[in-house]
């Protein structure tokens, strides 16, 4: 009988070999991406999609910069992206796009946009998914964090001067006040809590406010030891008054608004939140 031959014997008839089945699968789905049309990212263009899971992917002026997933709802996950983006200062829904996949439910397990991520990351596309612009609500552990300069927060603040979705005028508690502009602002407005503030009665002049004018209001109302702050993302408001933060521009402190020049770190890869779940 002839001996085995092993693989390190230095003959050229057999060697090991790997089927990168992931590798294809993301060229695959990068070719169907790139085969379709884009759409304006519009209610009208979400409006027209399937409530289906999916991967899509985002155009800024007509270059690709953001690639995601949607595990259940491809159009809720476009409306989350087209909400933050209309709050934001130095970037118009009008200078975006969008094209979508559907995939099936059960895809999602190999992670298709982490597949598409691998795709393009080698030829340098994608910005948008290492700075920071999938990333939810931080939490209060990093108020204090300077961002980096090319961070979506940093390239494009939220926009104060934007009204208040939601507002009615008249007498309410600022508990109810509070509550209304966290849900009429596209960004986050994150504060603590207080018992002084359901029993506390405000009047809202007009249901037309911006935030700007909304929150030196509120900050009139709230105790001296407390303050609001507008940082590059988002807004908190607690009983920290006068702490200042790296990342902020704006404060309000007893009804005024102090300006001030946010720090930013050299530009650099962003750490991502983990992927948002039911959507």
Known sequence: M????????????????????????????????????????????????????????????GSFVYVGKADRSLPAR??????????RRRISLDEMAFSCL????????????????????????IPWNNNGFGNKDPGRQRDSTVLKRNHFDVLFPIDL????????????????????????????????KHDGFKSR??????????????????????????????LMGYVIMYDDSPRTYKSAWRYYRGGQRIEDIPEADPAGL?????PMVGE
């Open 161 to 192: 001067d934007r009204p208040v979705e939601g507002l009615r005028a008249g007498e309410t508690t600022l508990q109810e006040l509070l509550e209304a502009v966290k849900v009429g602002l596209p960004y986050n407005f994150r504060y603590g």
């Open 2 to 61: 002839a001996p085995a031959v092993s693989p390190d014997d230095g003959t050229q008839y057999h060697k090991d070999f790997t089927l990168s089945i992931t590798k294809a699968l993301g060229d695959q789905l990068a070719a169907a991406l790139d085969g379709l049309d884009r759409a304006p990212l519009t209610d009208r263009s979400i409006a027209a999609l399937k409530e289906k899971p999916g991967v899509y992917q985002l155009y800024l002026n």
């Open 270 to 274: 962003v750490e991502a939140d983990p």
């Open 201 to 230: 009665h405000v009047t809202v002049p007009s249901e037309s406010m911006t935030a700007d004018q909304v929150f030196q209001l509120i900050s009139a109302e709230i105790p001296d030891q407390w303050q609001i702050t507008a």
């Open 102 to 125: 559907y995939v099936a439910e059960d895809f999602s397990a190999l992670a298709p946009e982490q597949l598409l991520i691998s795709h393009h990351k080698g030829m340098g596309d």
């Open 78 to 87: 476009l409306r989350n992206h087209k909400r933050k983006i209309s709050g």
